[in-house]
């Protein structure tokens, strides 16, 4: 399966601008035509997230879904996501 990012830029004003709107609209539905996955990125408030979640975009990263950690924090993380992807195959 192919991957598109729909850039920050376009999420970014998503709320407010219908052009930004209309142009991520477009590009997930050209997406899902070819199958490919589209993961929107940048997005910071529910405002963002539930119109490309209802446009049928179902990846997307950014500060609304975790905020970022300093370097010295990830090895910590690491084993979680390991472990719980040990108890997801089980």
Known sequence: MGHTKIDRSFVQYLEHDPNDAAIVAAVIGLGRSLKLQITAEGVETVGQAQPLQEMGCEHAR?????????????????????????????
């Open 62 to 90: 950014g500060f609304y879904f975790a905020q970022s950690v300093a370097g010295s924090h990830v090895p910590g993380l690491i084993p979680r996501s390991g472990e719980a992807r040990q108890h997801r195959t089980a």
